[in-house]
């Protein structure tokens, strides 16, 4: 086989420094679009993006030649440095370190598009911890709990 063909598909959490409820309405008109820009100026495809006031979910395909810890590191200080620029009342923004990267079946996709839009309602029911601790498991993820979540500011 002369090329290669891949399907790498992944669902992308990632939380605000403290999370923070810095994500407005206001703040997701450009900073999803941003953020959609960065994935595509890296050679990926970003297929859906949600999330509330201190989390973003990205459903997303990847290169296989692509390290998804560059394009978050390069996602995460691209859009921390525009919403600084962008919105002087926002001077503290910043993300929480890690991030979780789960792959996604081709067969799952409507499952993950149907979560990633129903984050808002989703969440009167369900809080991040439980939520993001939930899917580690689902997923198999070995995890400490003590160094999943970042401590508050302060």
Do not use: C
Request: avoid cysteine.
């Amino acid at each position: 086989m002369p090329g290669t063909h891949s399907q790498l598909l992944l669902h992308v959490v990632s939380s605000t420094r403290g999370r923070s409820p810095w994500i407005t309405p206001e703040v997701v008109e450009r900073l999803y679009p941003y953020i959609a820009g960065i994935v595509r100026a890296e050679k990926g495809v970003l297929h859906d993006i949600g999330g509330v006031e201190d989390r973003v979910h990205r459903y997303l395909r990847w290169r296989p030649d692509g390290s998804i810890s560059g394009l978050m590191r390069k996602v995460k200080a691209r859009s921390s440095k525009r919403v600084r620029e962008t919105y002087p009342n926002l001077a503290a923004f910043a993300w929480q370190e890690g991030y979780g990267v789960f792959s996604v079946s081709a067969s799952q996709e409507e499952a993950v598009k149907k979560h990633i839009a129903g984050q808002a309602e989703h969440h009167k029911k369900e809080d991040f911890k439980p939520e993001l601790l939930r899917m580690l498991r689902a997923h198999g993820v070995e995890f400490d709990e003590k160094y999943v979540f970042d401590r508050a500011p302060g």
